[in-house]
């Protein structure tokens, strides 16, 4: 009973964790909080990746809410045995807990690979990726970003989103990942004890 109200706990974080997601991938599609930079197509190529409105967002809550309806004790027997039945919804909350690992890890890739390319802005050379030859050195280097024209203080606006969506679709993925070895080791331990049925010989 424990286990399934901590299995409770952690599916219902993602929701949150979701819900942000889903506002700080918007939030990138607006630099300073401009709109024009979105609709002349003046972005980061990894924004269109939707990895947080998509993957990290929408696609987390499905799984928190099919996590959350497995972890309800009034489901419906999908077998005669109540252990068979219980053994079912453990299998299938291990399946969409790794659903989930995989959903929230490319958001956690791509934003690291959007932190480390740097913004797409216009320098004095016209617009271009200003600090893509620079392995993400320049993230450590506050002195270069006045490379950037415009948008203003993109720079910034870019390391701090990326930097929450990394955060967010890392937190998911431990979640997921702690679902899927307390759901893994009730399969493999025999939480789960095989009833004999008396037979009629």
């Not at 958001?107 to 004095?124: D, E, H």
């Not at 050195?137 to 701090?160: G, K, M, Y």
Request: charge should be neutral; aromatic fraction near 10%.
């Amino acid at each position: 009973m424990g286990s399934r109200k901590c299995g409770g706990c952690l599916s219902g974080l993602l929701i949150p964790l979701a819900l942000w997601s889903i506002i700080v991938n918007i939030l990138l599609y607006f630099p300073n909080g401009q709109t024009s930079y979105a609709s002349s197509n003046k972005l980061t190529n990894y924004v269109w990746y939707f990895e947080g409105i998509c993957f990290s967002g929408v696609m987390m809550l499905i799984v928190a809410a099919v996590l959350l309806v497995l972890e309800n004790d009034n489901n419906c027997k999908c077998c005669q045995s109540e252990n068979c039945s219980k053994k079912y919804m453990t299998l299938l909350s291990m399946i969409f807990s790794s659903l989930g690992i995989a959903f929230s890890g490319y958001c956690l890739v791509i934003s690291a690979l959007g932190l480390v390319q740097g913004p797409y802005c216009r320098t004095l050379d016209g617009w271009e990726y200003a600090f893509e030859s620079t392995a993400g050195r320049f993230l450590t280097d506050s002195s270069i970003w006045i490379q950037c024209l415009e948008p203003a203080h993109v720079v910034e606006w870019n390391i701090i989103l990326f930097s929450i969506l990394i955060a967010l679709s890392g937190l998911q993925v431990i979640v997921c990942l702690i679902r899927v070895v307390t759901q893994l080791s009730k399969i493999l331990c025999g939480n789960y004890s095989v009833i004999i049925q008396p037979g009629i010989i």
